[in-house]
């Protein structure tokens, strides 16, 4: 890319468990386009496989990786201290971050327990709360943060059971952080992706006859790419989307818009 928007720029980056991450696509993305990169991943299990994968970026824009297991708020203080030594400010932050119990996604949506519900809630809604509050003071100079929602924020979509809520609770929190962050000129945005193989993906039943369906269903008659979704989180990162702010939108070849 000889276009560089970010050039100069510091990205945090949470969510790259392997290569077809879509945090991955995005890191990936931002780095060509010239930021410099601290990539914060769930635990020493990934340790490795997130260094390899850095290990294949060009070594300029620096590229860095450190944990950073959301559940835990001792970890995410220690990340940004770690963060802080290499870059004296932020500009941007993206949480690509969900989760839910197996159970939850298994039984009926009504039989979600207690502690299935606040264990999704903590990890997929509140850790954005949590990231973003630690990293708004290294945001000395405005800056863009995002996140990663799904069409079954707003719609019923059978099994994504208490995903669902979490992801319309999330995007609700992009609102009013991006209300009380905007005075900062810190924008706040979500990406609403269609269906992506990934890791997480495969933990809802019935995925890959999903995929299928919005493939043969979509406006556009296929399925979006991580590197599409890592496209428009590219834009969002730049100063070309800078009046854009508490938005969620869709990259998923136009399924949304449709009726039935
Ligand atoms: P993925 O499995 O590659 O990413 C999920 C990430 O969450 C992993 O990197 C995992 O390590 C991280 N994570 C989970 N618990 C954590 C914890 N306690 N601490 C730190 N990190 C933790 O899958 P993905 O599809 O790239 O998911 C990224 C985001 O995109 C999620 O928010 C997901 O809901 C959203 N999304 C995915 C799709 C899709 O079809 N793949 C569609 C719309 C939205």
Not at 160 to 180: F, W
């Amino acid at each position: 890319m000889n276009y560089k928007p970010l050039l100069g720029k510091n990205a945090v980056v949470f969510g790259v468990a392997n290569k077809w991450s879509i945090a991955w696509a995005v890191a990936k993305t931002w780095h060509e386009a010239g930021a410099n990169l601290i990539i914060g991943y769930q635990g020493e299990r990934l340790k490795k496989p997130v260094e390899a994968l850095l290990s294949e970026l060009p070594s300029s824009p620096p590229s860095l990786a450190f944990p950073c297991d959301v559940s835990n708020e001792q970890e995410i203080k220690s990340f940004f201290s770690e963060a802080l030594k290499h870059f004296p400010k932020i500009d941007l932050l993206l949480h690509s971050i969900a989760f839910a119990p197996k159970e939850a996604l298994e039984k009926n949506f009504y039989e979600t327990t207690r502690e299935d519900f606040i264990k999704t809630f903590e990890i997929s809604v509140y850790s954005f709360i949590a990231l973003a509050r630690e990293a708004k003071a290294l945001f000395t100079d405005g800056g863009s943060i995002l996140t990663l929602s799904y069409y079954g924020a707003e719609k019923v979509i059978s099994n994504y059971k208490i995903m669902g809520p979490a992801k319309s609770a999330l995007e609700s929190t992009v609102r009013y952080l991006a209300y009380e962050f905007g005075k900062d000129q810190i924008r706040v945005n979500a990406l609403s992706p269609g269906p992506i193989n990934t890791l997480a993906a495969r933990g809802i039943s019935g995925f890959t006859k999903f995929l299928k369906e919005c493939e043969a269903k979509s406006p556009l008659k296929r399925n979006v790419e991580a590197k599409e979704v890592a496209s428009v989180a590219l834009f969002l990162a730049s100063d070309e989307s800078k009046a854009i702010t508490g938005q969620t939108i869709y990259v998923d070849c136009g399924y949304s818009i449709l009726g039935f």
